[in-house]
Structures are given as C-alpha cells and as structure tokens.
C-alpha cells in the first residue's frame, strides 16, 4: 500500500484515532477538511489525475482523425488532378505552332501581389482565343469547375468580353471567390489582353453564362 506523506498520516494510527473520537463533536468540520485533503493528496501520489482521461481522449480523437485541421482542403484526388492538368497547361507553352506570334502572359505570383509577364508563342490566326485558353487551364481553383468560356471583341468599342461557363457539377460558384482568386483569374485575364500592343484592347468585362458577372 502506498502512504503519503502528509502531516496526519506521519502520526501513530491510534494515536490519530483516539484524538479523531475525542474531538468528534468539536471539531468535525475541521477533520472532514482533514480527510478531504488526504484523500487528495494520495490521488496527487498514485498518479490519479482527473485531467489524465481528457488527455487521453484528446489524443485518441487526434489519431481518429488527424486531417481534422485541413478539413476544408482538397481532396488527395483532387489535387492529383490539379497538378496533372497544371503541368499539361504549361507544357502547351514547348509547342511552337505553325503560325507563331509572340504574346505576353500576365499570371499572379504567389504572394497575391504582383503579376508576372512571361513571353509566349500562339498560333497567330487565333491568337487571342489561345491565350484566353492558356490563362484559364493554368488557373487552379478548388472546387471550381468551368466547363467552358467564350470570347467577343468588339472593335468599335474595344472592348472584350468573355462569357465564362461554370460546370452544373461544380461545387463552387464565381460568386464565391476570394479577393486573390479573382486577381489570379480574372485578373490575369484582363492584365494580359490590355497590355498586348497589337490587339488595343481598352477593357475587358466578363459574364456569367451571358449574365454580367457581378463580384
């Protein structure tokens, strides 16, 4: 049996116990306090904290589920798929096409600042339709899903529109994109039509299934 070592049990038994008869009706308060913290004391030895089985559940819940943080995040497959098609995408700019024109890409770095111009060749009949196309097949979203866009210029005005088309299975409207998901789709976009000298292209708006998109 394991003793703690505390001033009351450091007494003879039968010492404490005599004193415990004696003084019963006097002092019953103050030996219930007495008890109460023995008995806390031995559960301090032995080990017996009440915070040990929280603990314990806690890192039982953590094993159970240890992509609980990431919850919201792609899935495994999901992102198998992006970096697939995302290297696909950028391998199309190695094609060098029968009819080339030189273009300037304008992509959004990391940092959700800046947009960086990377020259590129595209087929000069449908120079403008590529170029739409490469930005859009690099621009990785999760759960966003665009089953296909259409682009009209109108040179009077000078200005391009492109009609985006989001999938009906996609999990995600346009609507629901954060600030740096529009400046890295929309943005890249309209950065990189206006800054090519040869097409003076004035603006560029979009629209959602041939409704104008509102952000």
């Given at each position: 049996?394991?003793r703690?070592?505390?001033?009351?049990?450091?007494?003879?038994?039968?010492?404490?116990l005599?004193?415990?008869?004696?003084?019963?009706?006097?002092?019953?308060?103050?030996?219930?306090?007495?008890?109460?913290?023995?008995?806390?004391?031995?559960?301090?030895?032995?080990?017996?904290?009440?915070?040990?089985?929280?603990?314990?559940?806690?890192?039982?819940?953590?094993?159970?589920?240890?992509?609980?943080?990431?919850?919201?995040?792609?899935?495994?497959?999901?992102?198998?798929?992006?970096?697939?098609?995302?290297?696909?995408?950028?391998?199309?700019?190695?094609?060098?096409?029968?009819?080339?024109?030189?273009?300037?890409?304008?992509?959004?770095?990391?940092?959700?600042?800046n947009?960086?111009?990377?020259?590129?060749?595209?087929?000069?009949?449908?120079?403008?339709?590529?170029?739409?196309?490469?930005?859009?097949?690099?621009?990785?979203?999760?759960?966003?899903?665009?089953?296909?866009?259409?682009?009209?210029?109108?040179?009077?005005?000078?200005?391009?529109?492109?009609?985006?088309?989001?999938?009906?299975?996609?999990?995600?409207?346009?609507?629901?994109?954060?600030?740096?998901?529009?400046?890295?789709?929309?943005?890249?976009?309209?950065?990189?039509?206006?800054?090519?000298?040869?097409?003076?292209?004035?603006?560029?708006t979009?629209?959602?299934?041939?409704?104008?998109?509102?952000?």
């Amino acid at each position: 049996m394991t003793r703690c070592l505390n001033p009351i049990q450091s007494r003879p038994h039968h010492t404490w116990l005599g004193r415990l008869g004696i003084n019963f009706g006097l002092r019953s308060g103050a030996i219930f306090l007495a008890l109460l913290g023995l008995l806390e004391g031995c559960a301090a030895v032995t080990g017996e904290a009440t915070s040990a089985p929280n603990a314990a559940d806690s890192n039982e819940a953590a094993i159970a589920n240890p992509f609980q943080s990431i919850a919201l995040g792609p899935s495994p497959a999901e992102a198998l798929v992006n970096a697939s098609r995302l290297m696909q995408a950028r391998a199309r700019r190695l094609v060098v096409p029968t009819d080339p024109v030189a273009v300037d890409l304008y992509t959004l770095d990391d940092r959700c600042e800046n947009y960086r111009r990377e020259p590129v060749l595209v087929p000069r009949p449908q120079s403008m339709e590529t170029t739409v196309d490469l930005i859009l097949a690099e621009q990785v979203i999760p759960e966003l899903t665009l089953s296909g866009y259409r682009t009209r210029f109108d040179p009077e005005t000078k200005i391009v529109t492109i009609d985006l088309r989001v999938a009906r299975t996609s999990r995600r409207v346009l609507q629901s994109l954060s600030v740096c998901e529009q400046k890295a789709l929309l943005g890249s976009l309209r950065e990189t039509l206006i800054n090519q000298p040869d097409w003076k292209i004035e603006a560029v708006t979009f629209t959602n299934r041939g409704n104008v998109l509102v952000l």
